[in-house]
């Protein structure tokens, strides 16, 4: 049997912390408090961190984009359009996942059939007379010949 020293609970059914003498919902707050308390003091390690294993840091990140190249080109385009803030707020989890989805079908068509493949928005972002929306309605693949002649019009009218 233990005590947990803030809550007092004595349980043998309740977890502990051996060294803390914590019960688990405790310990989980006092790791919280303890992370307000030193917000400053956790951000300078966490920098003199990443600056002394910054290499590892990179090879992650590079395995990463090696493993996941759509949803880097995903991410890289995602933060353009929000740049030019031409992406929705109502826009939920599941349509950035289509959206992710558009740039993988464009890779794997690409790989595939030898044909650069792209992911194009119907309604141009930044048209003469019209602005579409970043969304996955507004999205297609088409061959990278096709958006070309395409170019920033809308309507298309494709051969």
């Known amino acids: ?25 405790c310990l ?22 990443t600056k002394n294993n910054r290499d ?8 990463w984009r090696n493993k996941h190249p759509e ?3 995903a991410d890289t385009r995602k ?26 079908i464009a890779r794997d068509l690409t ?7 792209v992911v194009d928005h119907i309604i141009p972002l930044r048209g003469k007379n019209i602005s579409g929306l970043h969304c996955p309605q507004n999205l297609q693949v088409i061959t990278k010949d096709q958006n070309l002649k395409k170019g920033n019009k809308f309507p298309y009218s494709g051969d």
């Open 71 to 73: 949803k880097k080109i």
């Open 1 to 25: 049997m233990k005590t947990c020293r803030i809550c007092s609970i004595t349980e043998d059914k309740v977890p502990f912390k051996k060294e803390a003498n914590l019960c688990k919902p």
């Open 111 to 117: 790989k595939e059939t030898g044909i650069l493949h």
């Open 28 to 49: 989980k707050l006092y790791n919280a408090q303890y992370r307000i308390d030193n917000k400053d003091y956790l951000a300078e390690q966490k920098r003199e961190y």
């Open 79 to 104: 933060r353009q359009v929000e740049k030019i803030k031409r992406a929705p707020k109502w826009l939920t989890k599941s349509d950035w996942i289509e959206i992710n989805w558009a740039y993988k």
């Open 56 to 63: 590892i840091f990179r090879r992650t990140a590079k395995t």
